[in-house]
């Protein structure tokens, strides 16, 4: 029976996981049809509402005052508009590079951001463990059989996507920086408002076409939106309530491997005996920089969802 609890979460993690990794398939649709911040408008602000919605659900189910709800709120205002900025930047690269890149590699480059995170760690005095260096050149290695061509250029969409991975790395250390005094859902859920208030003020500078095609994009949208950033991130939050954090880390890296399995089911795409080789290389490299992980590092590098 003691295992109940920790096996019901290690499920919960794996679902959000999968649920993650499917939606590089549901983007790479999307872009098809809408342009990339107004995809991340419509899909973060969807998924803001998931969030308020549990947020509502467990303060009555905890019987919160509605002083001690209104301070919780405040506080997350800033930090959700500095974070939430960052992850304008972050989703942004990621949905563009959506129009030049496969599903599979998005998801195995996006996965970069979990050997990223330590290393930007170094800017905040933080020292990564010995695991990092062994893992860096493997996931590097991965990159390069996956992304760079045999003319030694890089596909434009993966240089986007890794953009993006850089991106995450930044605005996770952010978050590690507020989360821990903020309430969980009520920050994500402000970055995720912010993020698409943003990226809505974006695409009518940026996008070609703004805020049109999302009829034709209707399952893609409902699918980041709802069960991307609202469902899968409120599975995560109860999950890593009972999971051990380094098993936590290590199934949510499942993610890659998800996204290159949505992106051949869903698209038919193959990434060849290389890219293949290559998504090993960085699946290992993502496993390793996890070894002897601290609880905080790994608490704080899944806080926001990376695909979809």
Known sequence: MAQSPRLRANLLLLLASMIWGFAFAAQRMGAEFVGPFTFNSVRFMMGAGVLVAVIAIVDRVRKRSKQRRRAATKAVIVPGLICGALLTAAVGLQQAAMSYTTAGNAAFITGLYIVLVPLAGLFRGQRPGWTIWVALPLAVTGL??????????????????????????????FV????????????????????????GV????????????????VIPVLYTGILSVGLAYTLQVFGQRDALPSVAALIMSMEAVFGGLGGWLLL???????????????????????????TTEVRSEHVTPKGG
Not at 202 to 217: N, S
């Open 144 to 173: 390069y059989l996956i992304a760079v061509q045999d003319s030694f250029e890089i596909n434009l969409g993966d240089a986007l996507v890794l953009g993006s991975a850089f991106c995450f790395a930044v605005q996770i250390q």
């Open 176 to 199: 590690d920086y507020y989360s821990r005094r903020l309430s969980a859902l009520r920050f994500s859920a402000s970055q995720f408002f912010f993020c698409s208030v943003t990226s």
């Open 202 to 217: 974006v695409a009518l500078f940026i996008d070609a076409a703004p805020f049109t095609g999302l009829d034709q994009a």
């Open 268 to 294: 038919g795409e193959d990434m060849g005996l290389r890219g293949y080789c290559g998504a090993a290389l960085m699946c290992l490299g993502i496993l390793v920089s996890q070894l002897g992980t601290p």
